[in-house]
T-cell receptor, first 116, second 115 residues
Framework: DVKVTQSSRYLVKRTGEKVFLECVQD?????MFWYRQDPGLGLRLIYF???????EKGDIPEGYSVSREKKERFSLILESASTNQTSMYLC???????????????FGSGTRLTVV | AQSVAQPEDQVNVAEGNPLTVKCTYSVSGNPYLFWYVQYPNRGLQFLLK??????LVKGSYGFEAEFNKSQTSFHLKKPSALVSDSALYFC?????????????FGAGTRLAVHP
């Protein structure tokens, strides 16, 4: 069964810590995405990557960075965690544009991060 | 710019009754539309998609969606709701701007099915 795996389901970190959220996909997808989900705001795109070592800012990149050293792995980094980054973080992957009919995204199970 | 709107924050339905979760879209070109469902503390799961062809699309768990081009809508429906259908539902449209395959999501609609 193909899937997207996020390394942690729940995470509690202290303000100011550097936080790494890991995501691995086994579908050989070109695109990978990080979203945060907050009540009433839906899913907001933080960063995405369309190839190894390539990245693009989404709608809310401030306070975050990403790393994609291998095709299957996409990491989200909170450089200095703050309480307003407490949220549910969702990773997803998809085929590249133009590769035929797409089923949209495949999502990981999410990481619920609490910053205290 | 592509966008989707889900006008209802919450939909309440009695078990056994039909349900509708609304979605309208705004796109340039032909729309690729999706519905996803999210159960508590889980990621989003694909339900169904519209790419082209028949306006009535059938998906997982007995759900279907009706594409209406003139009303720019893609409402999710089910003839008989189950308590287990209670979840958060997201409509999405594919955005190919910049040559990237991205999805733009609505804010989500919480479906509550009461026994």
């Amino acid at each position: 069964d193909v899937k997207v795996t996020q390394s942690s389901r729940y995470l509690v970190k202290r303000t100011g810590e550097k936080v790494f959220l890991e995501c691995v996909q086994d579908m050989d997808h070109e695109n990978m995405f990080w979203y945060r989900q907050d009540p009433g705001l839906g899913l907001r795109l933080i960063y995405f990557s369309y190839d190894v070592k390539m990245k693009e800012k989404g709608d809310i990149p401030e306070g975050y960075s990403v790393s994609r050293e291998k095709k299957e792995r996409f990491s989200l980094i909170l450089e200095s965690a703050s309480t307003n980054q407490t949220s549910m973080y969702l990773c997803a992957s998809s085929e590249a544009a133009g590769q035929g009919v797409s089923d949209g995204y495949t999502f990981g199970s999410g990481t619920r991060l609490t910053v205290v | 710019a592509q966008s989707v709107a889900q006008p209802e924050d919450q939909v309440n339905v009695a078990e056994g009754n039909p349900l509708t979760v609304k979605c309208t879209y705004s796109v340039s070109g032909n729309p690729y539309l999706f519905w996803y469902v999210q159960y508590p503390n889980r990621g989003l799961q694909f339900l169904l998609k519209y790419i082209t062809g028949d306006n009535l699309v059938k998906g997982s768990y007995g759900f279907e969606a009706e594409f209406n081009k003139s009303q720019t809508s893609f409402h999710l429906k089910k003839p008989s709701a189950l308590v287990s259908d209670s979840a958060l539902y997201f409509c999405a449209v594919r955005d190919l701007s910049g040559g990237y395959n991205k999805l733009i999501f609505g804010a989500g609609t919480r479906l509550a099915v009461h026994p």
